[in-house]
């Protein structure tokens, strides 16, 4: 044996306890991994153990040696130097590994198991003290081939974490925000019938979306593109300060019926068209489809936040510009 998976078991610990000179040890197991060879010790068969450990090019632990050095020592004979076994090769925890995967942050491993195995399972360490000696037999060998699965895992570096995966690809929600050129603006269902197009004449609405659509060149002010059906639309622009709750009536601008619609998802969920409009949104801000989705949920969550005030409404905009619009 060359590159050893050690693993021991004690009865009537857990496993990340340190024996105070209790007797607890039960067995140990040895994995060779690269000849899939299993051997089972017991203080009575194991006075090759200490030999094959301390030779070991690669050892390779679950409970690390806080918990294998003093079995070793006190029931395998293990003797001297004993603090980085092997003495010449190479030492891995894998639990330690799992840390430095996710950049040194802390996760429970049995987190990182049920992730990364999530059909078998290590045996419980409170199962363990009622096991039977051939039980024992069982439970180290399964513990040591989870223990095998974690290293390969570990070796072609794709172990999954839930918590860096988490770290690591996710943008903020406020970060994306701030980089799209397209955004989703609902305006809260307390403020539904407060649209500049309910408030003023029809000739006036007219007058304000003409100019709009002319100053930009009847074009989409965000992707540039046009409708089939009609070219642009007139989507009014409202900002919300959230502490005081006022709505004031930000300006104006060009869209295409595609932009228009993600500006209003919570009408093109109601026309079945979420889907279309998310895969959208995606398109324009070159997002990840995942980006978006979780864009749109966090969009409604603000929505539902929003609707649950009455927003004053602050049109000042329009009487800058001479509008006549209704007060109420
Ligand atoms: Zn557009």
Redesign the pocket.
């Known amino acids: 044996m060359d590159k050893v998976i050690l693993h021991t078991l004690s009865k009537y610990f857990p496993a990340y306890v340190t024996f105070g000179g209790v007797k607890p040890l039960i067995a140990a197991g040895l994995f060779d991994i690269d000849t899939n060879e299993f051997r089972f010790y017991t203080p009575d068969n194991a006075k090759e153990i200490p030999d094959i450990i301390v030779n070991a090019s690669l050892l390779v632990t679950f409970n690390g040696s806080g918990n294998a050095l003093p079995i070793l020592k006190k029931y395998f004979g293990l003797r001297g130097r004993t603090s980085k076994i092997p003495y010449k090769g190479k030492h891995i925890q894998i639990k330690e590994e799992i840390s430095k995967l996710i950049n040194g942050r802390e996760i429970k491993f049995e987190e990182a198991i049920k992730e990364n195995l999530s059909e078998e399972r290590l045996v419980p360490q409170s199962k363990l003290w009622r096991l039977k000696p051939e039980e024992c037999y069982e439970a180290c060998l399964s513990d040591i081939t989870q223990i095998k699965k974690l290293y390969v895992l570990f070796v072609k570096n794709k172990l999954r974490c839930p918590v860096a995966k988490k770290k690591r690809k996710y943008k903020s929600i406020a970060l994306l925000e701030k980089q799209a050129k ?1 955004t989703i603006e609902l305006v809260p269902e307390t403020s539904w019938f407060s649209s500049v197009r309910s408030k003023v004449s029809k000739k006036d609405w007219d007058i304000i979306r003409r100019d709009v659509y002319k100053k930009a060149d009847y074009k ?6 046009v409708g089939e059906r009609y070219p642009v639309a007139c989507h009014e622009i409202w900002k919300y300060y959230d502490d005081s709750n006022i709505q004031r009536l930000y300006g104006f601008i060009s ?2 019926p ?3 619609e993600v500006k209003h998802m919570g009408f093109a969920n109601v026309r079945d068209r979420g889907d279309i409009a998310t895969e959208h949104l995606a398109k ?1 801000n070159n997002w990840p489809a995942n980006d978006a989705s979780r864009y749109v949920k966090a969009a409604f969550k603000k929505w539902c936040e929003r609707s649950t005030f009455e927003w004053e409404i602050d049109l000042s905009l329009l009487d800058e510009i001479g509008i006549e619009y209704k007060k109420s």
Request: with cysteine; hydrophobic share 30%; charged share 10%.
């Open positions: 397209l989409c002010e965000i992707c540039g593109g869209l295409c595609s932009c228009h324009v």
